[in-house]
């Protein structure tokens, strides 16, 4: 068959045409004779045959595919096609009527299947080469279906920490001891950092300010003046990451006096506010620019 001439398109047409598709669940490839030419509609109810009678065609059965208001038909070749809206005479056979659409292009021409094609068959015939095309049920009853939202992943429930355990972070800041930089395990533990005494009495041995550690019976006991016996595990540097940090149980008792200090275990040893220590054993403590110092010639001052 020859191909025929393009029609323009009716202005209820080029509207549809305008409008945003919407992408539908379940799309359905109509079968074509054709390579290279996909017939495309967005969403199927259901599907059967149907007899027409066309004045061009003769009688042949077609395809039927019912389709909610709302879907879409896209047919994506460089080919003559048409949609004429079909009449079913009494003998149930229809008949193709008023063309409603025809057009001879390169581009997908797609389609809304809107109100105003609501209720009513309408024939799809693509003249390439030779088509009897199919036909298309619009329905008024339906809804296109909407593909599913994958369910959000449930967030992990965080365990409520105990009262008191607060969350120790690693810190950035740098510290320097009598313009040294020094390598200690230091946690931040709201907006303070917390030293391993430990590490502080490292860092000190040696200096004016150095003082002695022991434990024992769940007492820290700091001397003063006395120089510090070191265990090996000083100075092991950052933290890898965060930690949970309880309120220490120990009792701190520095050089014979029970002192009244804030202090966390964290991983089993214990932690100190820098400036505790520095206002018990009188050495100086200032920040500036993420850099903690210590300097032993000086006095604490707040």
């Known amino acids: 068959m020859k191909l025929k001439k393009a029609l323009s398109l009716s202005l209820a047409l080029v509207l549809s045409l305008a409008m945003a598709v919407p992408a539908f669940a379940a799309p359905l490839s109509v079968p074509t004779p054709y390579t290279g030419l996909q017939v495309t509609l967005s969403d199927v109810t259901a599907e059967g045959t149907a007899t027409v009678h066309g004045s061009w065609s003769g009688t042949v059965d077609l395809k039927i595919y019912t389709v909610p208001v709302g879907s879409s038909i896209t047919i994506d070749s460089y080919c003559d096609k048409s949609i004429s809206k079909c009449v079913q005479g009494a003998d149930g056979v229809y008949t193709s009527g008023d063309t409603v659409y025809r057009g001879y292009s390169g581009d997908n021409a797609t389609i809304v299947w809107d109100e105003t094609y609501a209720n009513a068959v309408w024939w799809v015939s693509v003249w390439q080469?030779?088509?009897?095309?199919?036909?298309?049920?619009?329905?008024?009853?339906?809804?296109?279906?909407?593909?599913?939202?994958?369910?959000?992943?449930?967030?992990?429930?965080?365990?409520?920490?105990p009262a008191g355990v607060?969350?120790?972070?690693?810190?950035?800041?740098?510290?320097?001891?009598?313009?040294a930089e020094k390598a200690p395990t230091v946690y931040k533990i709201g907006g303070s950092n917390y030293f391993k005494i430990r590490d502080v009495a490292a860092v000190l041995n040696g200096t004016e300010k150095q003082f002695a550690v022991g434990y024992s019976g769940g007492k820290v006991t700091v001397t003063?003046?006395?120089?510090?016996?070191?265990?090996?595990?000083e100075l092991a540097g950052p933290p890898s990451g965060a930690k949970d940090a309880a309120p220490s149980n120990d009792s701190i008792v520095i050089d014979g006096t029970e002192a009244s200090l804030t202090v966390y275990k964290i991983g089993g040893s214990n932690y100190f506010k820098l400036r505790d220590l520095g206002e018990a054993l009188d050495?100086?403590?200032?920040?500036?620019?993420?850099?903690?110092?210590?300097?032993?010639?000086?006095?604490?001052?707040?």
């Open 166 to 179: 607060k969350t120790a972070n690693p810190t950035n800041d740098k510290l320097m001891v009598n313009g």
């Open 283 to 302: 050495f100086h403590v200032g920040y500036s620019g993420g850099k903690v110092t210590i300097e032993t010639d000086k006095p604490y001052s707040k």
């Open 129 to 161: 080469i030779d088509s009897d095309g199919f036909l298309v049920k619009v329905d008024s009853g339906s809804t296109p279906t909407q593909p599913e939202k994958p369910a959000e992943p449930e967030k992990p429930v965080e365990p409520a920490k």
């Open 224 to 233: 003063s003046g006395q120089p510090y016996e070191a265990t090996g595990k």
